[in-house]
């Protein structure tokens, strides 16, 4: 029989996954195929290396299932056309994405499909809601987080779906790449090992991550949350970005332990919807993930070089504790705090007066849990230049941040190594991640500020009363 492609992408798992079920349904034995392709090649050093994690594991979970993971190299469009003459494929089904250099690509592998007559048909999975289905009462869509949730909260989320016991298999596979000879870490440099104990890889290790945060930490979530030093949060954007679980695994489980009493689950289900409302944004407004949201901002006479204060605030070396051990986080775990993310934004952004786009690139250098959508959102947020976003005069303090958040001092002792007698293992093991070039000793003294709190409020509020828009 004809053999259907399942076009795997972001969705490195088999339970609960659309597409899968799509491609199973349509009949016939299953090719699961990854493309390394033009918009993945892109991918900062951190999430490449991270997605060919995720893959290596998904590899194996087919194995298990009678399957194999074909892997190819190329502008997808191309290798679709290629693999469908080669094995015969009349159908390929693929779950759908939303961020425009995704889109783009898919539009382009569709077109060529219809061109040869195959059925390719792409499938929900990456979201509760498509984009587009959540619409103001005049039919358009939400600049406003508020008015967003109201309208998504009681949207049925639809049942998950169980893993296939078997994937029917083809008599014949086609050749597949080898994973290894890709080099998927290559721009990890030393950085690879030190990270790789902070990830927690594969569908079945998303699962438990959301079981035991469900049981540990859930009806906590609110009080704790914003505590850097606390492990209160799911840390399960890691695990969506890749598409290890589905948003509806997350959402059904924060709904039983709303009913189960814990009613901080509440809080947790709005954070999943904040994930839904970044995409919504980059559906309706594309431009968001590469110019200012709100076009007056591109007169704001940003820096957009990397000066000695850019290097700095990147390397955790801006001698504002809250923001280098945020920073220090990022490169050696590959993941960064919520509320450090907010306060290393500003600080790029309202104190070094630089624009949100460094940030960005930086944080798709290093995060493992890097999302084209919610970093978008995030940066603009943060910057002033977004929709919904902090009203641009508002400049966080990261040292009355630190008193809020970390009273104790224990994230920053846990990041920074400077000046400690005993050093945590964790600030020292920055100085094994970071790149020898950088040049960086933990027994040098630690930076007196770049930027002060203070100094750096008032030079970014007077560059705002300059403003002409
Ligand atoms: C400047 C900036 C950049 C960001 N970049 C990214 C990014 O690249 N990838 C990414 O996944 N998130 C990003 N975020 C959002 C947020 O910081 C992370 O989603 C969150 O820290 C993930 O940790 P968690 O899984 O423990 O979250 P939890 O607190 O457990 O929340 C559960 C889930 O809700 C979603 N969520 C929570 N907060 C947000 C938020 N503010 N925006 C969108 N979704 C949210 C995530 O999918 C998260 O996994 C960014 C935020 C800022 C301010």
Redesign the pocket.
């Known amino acids: 029989m004809e053999p259907v492609i399942w076009w795997v992408r972001k969705d490195l798992r088999v339970s609960d996954n659309p597409a899968l079920h799509a491609a199973i349904e349509a009949g016939g034995p299953v090719l699961p195929v990854f493309i390394l392709d033009e918009v993945f090649e892109t991918y900062g050093a951190c999430p490449l290396w991270r997605f060919g994690l995720g893959v290596a594991k998904l590899a194996e979970t087919l194995e298990a299932k009678g399957a194999r993971l074909i892997l190819r190299r190329g502008r997808a469009e191309d290798v679709m056309d290629a693999l469908v003459r080669e094995t015969g494929a009349r159908s390929v089904r693929w779950s759908r994405a939303y961020d425009p250099d995704q889109v783009a690509r898919d539009k382009a592998v569709k077109a060529r499909l219809d061109g040869l007559g195959v059925d390719a048909k792409s499938v929900p999975g990456h979201l509760l809601f498509e984009p587009w289905s959540i619409a103001t009462g005049q039919g358009g869509f939400y600049r406003v987080y508020t008015p967003f949730w109201r309208a998504a909260k009681d949207k049925p989320v639809r049942e998950l779906l169980p893993a296939p016991a078997r994937i029917p298999a083809p008599e014949v596979w086609p050749e597949s790449d080898r994973l290894a000879d890709w080099g998927l870490d290559a721009r990890m440099r030393r950085g690879a090992s030190v990270v790789l104990p902070y990830t927690c890889v594969g569908e079945d290790a998303a699962r438990d991550r959301l079981d035991r945060?469900i049981d540990e930490r859930v009806a906590r979530y609110q009080s704790e949350?914003d505590l850097p030093a606390v492990p209160a949060?799911?840390?399960?954007?890691?695990n969506?970005?890749w598409g290890e679980i589905s948003p509806a695994a997350?959402w059904h489980a924060g709904v039983r332990a709303l009913e189960d009493g814990k009613a901080e689950a509440e809080i947790?289900l709005k954070?999943?919807v904040?994930?839904e409302f970044?995409y919504h944004l980059v559906w309706h407004t594309p431009h968001i993930t590469k110019d200012n949201w709100r076009e007056g901002w591109d007169r704001f006479p940003w820096n957009t070089e990397d000066t000695d204060e850019v290097v700095a605030w990147k390397q955790g070396r801006t001698g504002i504790r809250f923001v280098d051990a945020a920073m220090r986080e990022m490169y050696v775990t590959g993941?960064?705090?919520?509320r450090s993310?907010?306060i290393v934004?500003s600080y790029l952004t309202k104190h070094l007066l630089s624009h949100w786009k460094i940030?960005l690139d930086w944080?798709e250098e290093c995060?493992i849990?890097?999302?084209p959508a919610?970093?978008a959102?995030?940066?603009q947020?943060?910057a002033g230049s977004g929709p919904d976003a902090t009203p641009y005069f508002r400049v966080f303090n990261p040292e009355t941040q630190i008193e809020k958040f970390d009273k104790q001092g224990d994230y920053v002792s846990r990041w920074i190594a400077e000046d400690y007698a005993n050093p945590s293992k964790t600030a020292l093991s920055y100085f094994d991640a970071v790149p020898e070039s950088w040049g960086l000793s933990a027994s040098d003294p630690y930076p007196q500020p770049i930027v002060s709190a203070a100094e750096g409020r008032a030079r970014a509020l007077q560059a705002y009363e300059a403003r002409d828009f």
């Open positions: 945060f949350r949060t799911s840390k399960l954007s890691e969506l970005a997350l947790f954070e999943v904040w994930r970044a993941h960064m705090h919520n993310r907010m934004a940030g944080f995060l849990d890097w999302d919610s970093n959102m995030g940066w947020w943060s």
